[in-house]
């Protein structure tokens, strides 16, 4: 990285981990910053108790104040609707359960394998599919990190680890060095990924630190962000994301297609040009998991192929993700 790209992102540098830690977790809170009302208090409450209200507070300056169907707002807010899902949305859509050989890892398709490096997130959006993952379960305490490591050195048909989680970017630069130093001693790994919605949430994430760690020519790195609507990207995104491609990594995003948020036209060509604009290219655009309480979230996918088609057909095509749709037991994901 040139210092005058180091210069600029360690000037713009407040600490992300304190925005990470204070953030707004009160539904009532949320609603005071933008002068709302909460229109149903009994189900929003039911709602938390399921998974709780989480969102630093650089997104909620991104949002509309006064506006409850901000589409930013939608993605964090608690809602009652989250109490009546139809039985076919359940609690592991992608029966992940049955694609984990040893805690930590997730291993569904050829020669990528997930790594979950923690359960922790800089925000929870309401319609993650891993909303009722039993994490405890699944994050590498130490002695599970060993057998996650031991599992991936003897299989050599895997070349590309993918962090996540969870957010993998929610750990300290420091204990991500150490972790990626590991996989990087094991032979086969050519590949690291780095799957995390926290840039988007908190832009100074992307420090001086991780740049040169994702940048070190041992491995190929790539990092996929999380953004789903245009108002998402916001500076200093823009500069980290140039720091990484001065670096030699690229940057691109996934966004879920999700009713009242970005299901429109004008929504999903504002997404692509705001990522270009932020360095970043389109990679996939989800098609929703039926999981139990976010069925609101839902778009047909009768609905999802028309919009598909006119992005196709009014952007380039470097600019047009892929519409695809996680199905158990196939040996990747299905464009729909
Ligand atoms: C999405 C996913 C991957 C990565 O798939 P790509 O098509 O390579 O982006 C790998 N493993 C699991 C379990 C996944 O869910
Ligand atoms: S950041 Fe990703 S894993 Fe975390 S709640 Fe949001 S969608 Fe789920």
Known sequence: MSSRTRAIITQSRPDWQVQQAEAVTSPGELARLLGLDIADLAGTRRA?????????GSFVARMEPGNPHDPLLRQVMVSGEEMDSPAR??????EESAATPVPGILHKYPGRALLMVTGACAVHCRY????????PEHTPAPGRLEQALEWLAGREDIVEVILSGGDPLTVTDRRLRELV???????????????????VMIPERI??????????????????????????????LDRG?????EAGVWTLNQAVLLAGVN??????????????EHGILPYYLHQLDPVAGAAH??????????????????LPGYLVPTLVRETPGESGKMQV
């Open 48 to 56: 938390e108790e399921e998974f709780s209200l989480r969102v630093p």
């Open 89 to 94: 949305f359940g609690r592991d859509p992608l």
């Open 128 to 135: 993650c599919f891993r909303r009722h993952f039993p994490y």
């Open 181 to 199: 130093e590991r996989l990087a001693a094991i032979d086969h790994i050519r590949r690291l990924r780095i799957h995390s919605r926290s840039p």
């Open 207 to 236: 420090t001086p630190e991780l740049v040169d760690l994702l940048g070190d020519a041992r491995w190929q790195a790539t990092l996929v962000v999380h953004a789903n609507h245009a108002r998402e990207l916001v500076s200093p």
């Open 241 to 245: 994301v140039a720091g990484l491609r």
């Open 263 to 276: 299901d429109t036209l004008e929504a999903q060509q504002a997404l692509s040009l705001g990522l270009f």
């Open 297 to 314: 979230f839902e778009v047909p996918d009768e609905r999802a192929r028309e919009l598909h088609g006119q992005l196709r057909a009014t």
